[in-house]
């Protein structure tokens, strides 16, 4: 059975980096909500109304369905951080017939505000406003116990990571 790994992280927490690497270790397909939010010149990060967050999922499971039928696995990088979101995931995964697994980056709150205010002076990436954020805070559900999860934390080389969960380049994880 194949795989779509659904990253799971607050913003900043380096679910973009992770997941490209993991997309190179085993060259599967890569569905970003924050590229499809982009092409109308969105950013989620500024706020988006609810319809447009739907309109945007389903873009995104259309393009997961698609990808599914190439036999390969995909990788959804997106915040995820709803439980009822990661479930619709999984729903859409076992049509292909695909199963999920949550890729939690578990990154201490301090860190987090480090990196932002680090951006906040590089502009290196596209920020976030305050009121996301603490949204983020507020409403964000870890990964449950009865959820398949690989947890990724922060004392942990990215690269190194990858190579260790994926030692065999197929999806299929070393643990």
């Known amino acids: 059975m194949r795989t779509v790994w659904l990253m799971c992280g607050l913003s900043f927490s380096g ?6 690497k993991i997309v190179d270790r085993l060259q599967c397909g890569y569905i970003s909500l924050d590229d499809i ?9 500024d706020g988006i109304l609810v319809e447009e967050w739907e309109r945007t999922h389903a873009l995104a499971r259309e393009r997961l369905a698609k990808w599914m039928d190439t036999g390969k696995d995909a990788v959804v990088d997106d915040v995820n951080n709803l439980r009822w979101l990661r479930d ?4 859409a ?10 890729i939690y980056l578990d990154i201490p709150r301090e860190e987090l505000v480090a990196r932002r205010c680090a951006n906040q002076l ?4 596209k920020g976030i406003t305050e009121a996301v954020w603490a949204k983020h805070f507020s409403e964000f559900q870890p ?3 009865d959820e398949q999860v690989i947890r990724y934390k922060l004392t942990e080389d990215a690269a190194s990571w990858v190579i260790s ?6 999806g299929r994880s070393a643990q």
């Open 122 to 125: 590089t502009a290196e990436r």
């Open 143 to 145: 990964p449950e116990a």
């Open 88 to 91: 619709r995931w999984r729903s």
């Open 15 to 20: 679910k973009t980096t992770l997941a490209h």
């Open 93 to 102: 995964a076992s049509a292909g017939p695909y199963h999920t697994i949550v």
């Open 37 to 45: 939010n982009a092409e109308p010149r969105l950013w989620g990060g």
């Open 165 to 170: 969960h994926f030692e065999h380049g197929d």
